[in-house]
């Protein structure tokens, strides 16, 4: 295996949902029928002795089929989504679950499979539920008179909740309900690096990158979607919002010996990889694992999904 395809690897993780679920034990989050997450069963353990003080469970859980789908009378998201958040804001008084130490105050949205919204769920949850997320990368970088590339990539905060002190793209985030991708772009880009709306909106969609991962919080399908934003050669981002400690421009040569020592969050690794491959930095030619890298970077995902008009 080349050190690329081992940095993309390392993000997408989970080769087969189904066969880590039989050997893991795994129960699915079903929501119409359909399975929109994964949960381990010691994640389900501890929200069984949770929902059994409660006289009408939001959950059932069958352990026979090993699943968990929401009880008769939660039919729709504004119900379901008023009894999770009630339900998740008493675990994490309780800390039944440590994700919820790292409480975002964010929702995501759990599509199923007409593509609406089911439930909205906190983002610290996520892992737990293991459903399908979603976010926006944006690759700033500058372009030399002679043609060289030049990265900008963020240092994260070391108060970050998540991959302290690791490289990430110059600005990235995660979509909550009710944001586009575009609008979310814009956002990120304002309040990690002080890029103008005006400047933002120069960004060139430049598509997604899919992968199924883990960690020891829990499981989580992602799908990124992608910006590459070229910055005036003059630009300097600068840290806004807490999120980021520092910047760094760095050639392309020096951004790839990053990589390959593991200096980057793992999916973060993957868009700058995604990026290399665009610009024709990376290609069949010099690249044993091309193919096996471009299956890691847009793996299928067995999750609902909302559709565009």
Not at 11 to 34: H, K, S, T
Not at 151 to 166: A, D, E, I, N, Q
């Amino acid at each position: 295996m080349s050190a690329l395809l081992e940095i993309v690897s390392k993000c997408n993780c989970v080769p087969d949902i189904e066969l880590l679920a039989e050997r893991e034990g795994l129960y699915r989050f079903l929501v119409n029928g359909d399975t929109v997450g994964h949960m381990s069963a010691n994640d389900v353990a501890a929200l069984k002795g949770v929902l059994k003080e409660h006289r009408r469970p939001v959950f059932n859980i069958d352990d026979t089929q090993r699943t968990l789908s929401f009880s008769d009378g939660f039919d729709d998201c504004a119900t379901r989504s008023a009894a999770v958040a009630e339900l998740l804001a008493q675990m994490r008084r309780e800390k039944t679950w440590a994700s919820l130490s790292k409480w975002r105050g964010e929702l995501y949205p759990v599509y199923d499979g007409s593509a609406g919204v089911a439930v909205m769920v906190e983002r610290a949850a996520s892992y737990n539920f293991g459903i399908r997320t979603y976010g926006v990368h944006i690759n700033g970088f500058t372009r030399s008179a002679t043609g060289e590339l030049r990265m900008w990539v963020g240092r994260r905060s070391l108060s970050k909740p998540t991959w302290p002190g690791y490289l990430d793209q110059i600005a990235a985030g995660g979509i909550g309900d009710g944001m586009g991708a575009w609008e979310c772009m814009v956002k990120e880009c304002g309040e990690e690096a002080g890029i103008s709306p005006e400047l933002a909106r120069r960004g060139r969609f430049a598509g997604t990158i899919q992968y199924f991962t883990r960690s020891k919080l829990g499981l989580q399908p992602e799908t990124q979607f992608v910006f590459d934003l070229e910055l005036p050669s003059d630009f300097v981002p600068v840290p806004t919002d807490g999120e980021v400690e520092s910047f760094l421009h760095l050639t392309l040569d020096e951004t790839i010996e990053r990589l390959r020592l593991g200096q980057f969050k793992p999916n973060c690794a993957a868009c700058v990889v995604d990026f290399l491959v665009r610009h024709g930095v990376v290609t069949p030619d010099n690249e044993p694992d091309y193919l096996a890298i471009m299956d890691c970077l847009h793996r299928p995902l067995p999750h609902p999904a909302p559709r565009f008009c």
